[in-house]
Protein backbone atom coordinates (compact mmCIF):
# COMPACT_ATOMS: atom_id res chain seq x y z
CA UNK A 1 0.00 0.00 0.00
CA UNK A 2 1.47 3.22 -1.26
CA UNK A 3 1.68 6.03 1.96
CA UNK A 4 2.05 9.57 1.00
CA UNK A 5 5.54 11.20 2.28
CA UNK A 6 6.01 12.42 5.21
CA UNK A 7 7.59 15.79 5.48
CA UNK A 8 10.53 16.20 7.86
CA UNK A 9 8.77 18.12 10.96
CA UNK A 10 10.53 21.70 11.96
CA UNK A 11 12.13 20.09 15.53
CA UNK A 12 10.40 23.76 16.83
CA UNK A 13 7.00 23.40 16.12
CA UNK A 14 6.41 19.44 17.27
CA UNK A 15 4.15 17.29 19.10
CA UNK A 16 5.87 14.36 19.36
CA UNK A 17 6.54 15.16 23.31
CA UNK A 18 2.41 15.32 23.25
CA UNK A 19 2.26 11.92 21.13
CA UNK A 20 4.72 9.49 23.07
CA UNK A 21 2.33 10.11 25.76
CA UNK A 22 -0.66 9.37 24.43
CA UNK A 23 -2.01 5.90 24.25
CA UNK A 24 -2.25 3.60 21.46
CA UNK A 25 -5.29 1.13 20.68
CA UNK A 26 -4.72 -2.55 19.81
CA UNK A 27 -7.78 -4.23 19.97
CA UNK A 28 -11.25 -4.24 21.58
CA UNK A 29 -12.73 -6.71 23.77
CA UNK A 30 -16.40 -7.70 21.89
CA UNK A 31 -17.17 -10.29 24.63
CA UNK A 32 -16.67 -12.85 26.69
CA UNK A 33 -15.34 -16.48 25.60
CA UNK A 34 -16.34 -19.66 27.37
CA UNK A 35 -16.98 -19.73 31.33
CA UNK A 36 -13.54 -19.43 32.94
CA UNK A 37 -12.57 -15.39 31.82
CA UNK A 38 -11.74 -15.23 28.52
CA UNK A 39 -12.37 -12.65 26.28
CA UNK A 40 -13.03 -12.49 22.34
CA UNK A 41 -11.04 -9.40 20.88
CA UNK A 42 -11.36 -7.22 17.43
CA UNK A 43 -7.78 -6.61 17.09
CA UNK A 44 -6.33 -3.30 15.04
CA UNK A 45 -2.80 -2.83 13.27
CA UNK A 46 -1.03 -5.27 13.09
CA UNK A 47 -3.10 -7.80 14.94
CA UNK A 48 -1.70 -10.77 16.99
CA UNK A 49 2.19 -10.11 16.95
CA UNK A 50 1.54 -6.74 18.01
CA UNK A 51 -0.69 -7.58 21.09
CA UNK A 52 1.49 -10.26 21.97
CA UNK A 53 4.63 -8.07 21.99
CA UNK A 54 2.82 -6.71 25.35
CA UNK A 55 2.05 -7.27 28.54
CA UNK A 56 0.19 -4.85 30.41
CA UNK A 57 -2.38 -2.93 29.13
CA UNK A 58 -4.41 0.30 30.25
CA UNK A 59 -2.19 1.56 32.42
CA UNK A 60 -1.33 -1.70 33.74
CA UNK A 61 -5.41 -2.47 35.07
CA UNK A 62 -5.22 -5.36 32.72
CA UNK A 63 -1.92 -8.04 32.36
CA UNK A 64 -2.34 -10.11 29.54
CA UNK A 65 -1.86 -13.93 30.91
CA UNK A 66 -2.60 -15.58 27.29
CA UNK A 67 -4.03 -14.59 23.93
CA UNK A 68 -4.37 -16.85 20.94
CA UNK A 69 -5.94 -16.41 17.40
CA UNK A 70 -9.74 -17.41 16.66
CA UNK A 71 -9.04 -18.39 13.47
CA UNK A 72 -11.75 -15.01 12.05
CA UNK A 73 -9.29 -12.02 12.14
CA UNK A 74 -10.06 -11.51 15.87
CA UNK A 75 -8.05 -13.06 18.99
CA UNK A 76 -9.31 -14.93 22.63
CA UNK A 77 -7.31 -13.49 25.38
CA UNK A 78 -6.67 -14.02 29.02
CA UNK A 79 -6.01 -11.36 31.84
CA UNK A 80 -4.54 -11.98 35.31
CA UNK A 81 -7.57 -10.48 36.88
CA UNK A 82 -10.26 -11.38 35.33
CA UNK A 83 -11.42 -14.94 36.28
CA UNK A 84 -14.82 -15.59 35.19
CA UNK A 85 -17.41 -15.04 32.77
CA UNK A 86 -19.02 -12.11 34.57
CA UNK A 87 -16.07 -10.32 34.97
CA UNK A 88 -15.21 -11.24 31.07
CA UNK A 89 -18.56 -9.71 30.25
CA UNK A 90 -17.75 -6.75 32.18
CA UNK A 91 -15.31 -5.98 30.06
CA UNK A 92 -17.20 -5.79 26.51
CA UNK A 93 -16.48 -2.56 25.38
CA UNK A 94 -13.27 -2.19 27.08
CA UNK A 95 -10.32 -0.70 24.56
CA UNK A 96 -6.64 -2.20 25.20
CA UNK A 97 -4.12 0.58 25.04
CA UNK A 98 -0.57 1.00 25.68
CA UNK A 99 1.45 4.13 25.72
CA UNK A 100 3.00 5.08 22.39
CA UNK A 101 6.05 5.01 23.76
CA UNK A 102 5.82 1.17 23.81
CA UNK A 103 5.78 0.64 20.06
CA UNK A 104 8.24 0.05 17.39
CA UNK A 105 10.04 3.33 15.51
CA UNK A 106 7.77 3.66 12.26
CA UNK A 107 9.32 3.66 8.93
CA UNK A 108 9.44 6.36 6.48
CA UNK A 109 5.79 6.88 5.53
CA UNK A 110 3.48 4.85 8.03
CA UNK A 111 1.77 6.21 11.07
CA UNK A 112 -0.16 5.43 14.42
CA UNK A 113 -3.30 6.90 13.76
CA UNK A 114 -3.74 8.60 17.02
CA UNK A 115 -0.92 10.33 15.08
CA UNK A 116 -3.15 12.02 12.97
CA UNK A 117 -6.60 12.72 15.08
CA UNK A 118 -6.18 16.05 16.56
CA UNK A 119 -4.43 17.55 13.56
CA UNK A 120 -5.91 20.65 11.50
CA UNK A 121 -6.38 20.07 8.14
CA UNK A 122 -5.56 22.23 5.31
CA UNK A 123 -5.64 22.32 1.54
CA UNK A 124 -2.41 21.95 -0.40
CA UNK A 125 -3.47 25.72 -1.56
CA UNK A 126 -2.92 26.19 2.86
CA UNK A 127 -6.31 27.09 3.25
CA UNK A 128 -7.79 25.50 6.28
CA UNK A 129 -10.18 23.24 6.28
CA UNK A 130 -11.00 21.27 10.18
CA UNK A 131 -9.43 19.05 12.36
CA UNK A 132 -8.86 15.46 11.72
CA UNK A 133 -11.62 13.59 14.05
CA UNK A 134 -11.02 9.71 12.97
CA UNK A 135 -9.30 7.31 10.63
CA UNK A 136 -11.17 4.20 9.88
CA UNK A 137 -10.06 1.36 7.72
CA UNK A 138 -12.73 -0.43 5.64
CA UNK A 139 -10.56 -3.28 4.18
CA UNK A 140 -8.94 -0.94 1.02
CA UNK A 141 -6.63 2.05 2.75
CA UNK A 142 -7.57 4.46 6.03
CA UNK A 143 -9.84 7.23 5.59
CA UNK A 144 -9.36 9.74 7.34
CA UNK A 145 -12.74 11.79 9.09
CA UNK A 146 -12.28 15.54 8.83
CA UNK A 147 -14.50 17.88 10.87
CA UNK A 148 -15.36 21.31 9.53
CA UNK A 149 -16.04 24.30 11.98
CA UNK A 150 -18.96 24.10 11.18
CA UNK A 151 -19.74 20.68 12.42
CA UNK A 152 -19.89 18.77 9.35
CA UNK A 153 -17.43 16.05 8.57
CA UNK A 154 -16.07 14.35 5.57
CA UNK A 155 -13.94 11.79 4.70
CA UNK A 156 -10.51 11.64 2.47
CA UNK A 157 -8.89 8.32 1.94
CA UNK A 158 -5.05 8.59 3.03
CA UNK A 159 -3.98 7.85 -0.45
CA UNK A 160 -0.93 10.23 -1.96
CA UNK A 161 -3.71 11.82 -4.06
CA UNK A 162 -5.86 12.67 -1.78
CA UNK A 163 -3.43 13.46 1.29
CA UNK A 164 0.06 14.99 -0.30
CA UNK A 165 1.72 14.88 2.92
CA UNK A 166 1.12 15.55 6.79
CA UNK A 167 3.86 15.60 9.84
CA UNK A 168 3.24 16.16 13.35
CA UNK A 169 1.45 19.79 13.16
CA UNK A 170 -0.96 19.34 9.88
CA UNK A 171 -2.48 17.03 7.99
CA UNK A 172 -2.61 19.00 3.84
CA UNK A 173 -5.71 17.59 1.70
CA UNK A 174 -5.66 17.96 -2.07
CA UNK A 175 -8.25 20.81 -2.57
CA UNK A 176 -10.32 18.58 -4.62
CA UNK A 177 -10.88 16.00 -2.11
CA UNK A 178 -11.75 19.09 0.49
CA UNK A 179 -15.20 19.50 0.88
Do not use: C
Amino acid sequence: MTRPARPTPDPSRTREGDLRDKPVTLAAVIGAHGVTGEVRLKLFGEGLENLQAHKAYNGGALTLSKVRGDNKGGAIARFAEVTDRAAAEKLRGTTLTVPRAALPPLEEGEYYHVDLIGLPAVTDAGDPVGTVVAVENYGATDVVEIEKPDGKRFMVPMTEVAVPGWDDERLIVNRDFAE
